[in-house]
């Protein structure tokens, strides 16, 4: 049976100043993602604080938001098989220190800040995360 889903990626400011942009579209579509809609965007911190409001009560929300609006992100929504439970098995654990290898934290990240890419963590907040984008 399909299930076919789609889930929303980021590539995160740290990966976008590393002109790491083409190399993760690269990992994405090697793994079989369809990238079906795509933007280069730079967010208020206001709207970071929106897109993150999950979080909101979390000690690293400020300085998670100042970052996110840091400089441009690029945002995607991505299509495939099972998409939020495969992207978040490509992207690896939230910390590149404890990602395993060959994840997209793992090759990219910094740091649990600068992990590169963020990816929706359930079919509904997907659903929330891809209106945030791509409402049109
Ligand atoms: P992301 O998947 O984008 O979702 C929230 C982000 O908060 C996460 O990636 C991390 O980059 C960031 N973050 C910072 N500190 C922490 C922490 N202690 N635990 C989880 N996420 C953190």
Redesign the pocket.
């Known amino acids: 049976m399909s299930n076919i889903e789609q889930t929303l990626s980021i590539i995160k400011p740290d990966a976008v100043e590393r002109n790491l942009e083409n190399e993760i579209k690269e990992n994405f579509k090697r793994n079989n993602f369809k990238i079906i809609k795509e933007k280069k965007i730079q967010l208020e911190k206001s709207e970071a604080e929106k897109f ?1 409001k999950v ?1 909101e009560t ?1 000690p ?1 929300y400020n300085d ?1 938001c100042t970052y996110l609006s840091s400089g441009p992100i690029v945002v995607m929504v991505l299509e495939k098989e099972a998409a939020v439970i495969e992207n978040r098995k490509l992207m690896g654990s ?1 910390d590149p220190k404890e990602a395993a290898d060959g994840t997209l934290r793992k090759k990219y990240g910094i740091s ?2 600068k ?1 590169s890419v ?2 929706s963590d359930s079919l509904d907040n997907a659903k929330t995360e891809i209106d945030f984008f791509f409402r049109d």
Do not use: A, R
Request: proline share 0%; charged share 20%.
């Open positions: 993150y979080h979390k690293f998670l939230t649990i800040d992990n963020h990816g």
